[in-house]
């Protein structure tokens, strides 16, 4: 894992401690949108993992249902010889 998906996860994981438990659960999907971002980065990395952030937090509105909804796997690479 990189210094900066590093740093993206260590930011996360203090808003989940700290400040999350002061708002009302909002959250339509599992995992929570927050545990969704760590994840996402820590898989993926802090470019990838951002891009899925938005696509998620995007998704989080009132009129979608929700439901569960896990971080993509990362996609094996295959490397052909030319």
Known sequence: MSRLAAAVA???RGYQRFLS???P???R???SCSEYV???VVQHGAGRGSWLA???LVRCHPFHPGGYDP????ALRTWKET
């Open 10 to 12: 260590w930011l996360i």
């Open 21 to 23: 438990p002061l708002l």
């Open 25 to 27: 659960r909002a959250c």
């Open 29 to 31: 999907f599992y995992p």
């Open 38 to 40: 760590r994840e996402a």
């Open 54 to 56: 938005v696509r998620r």
């Open 71 to 74: 971080v993509p796997p990362r």
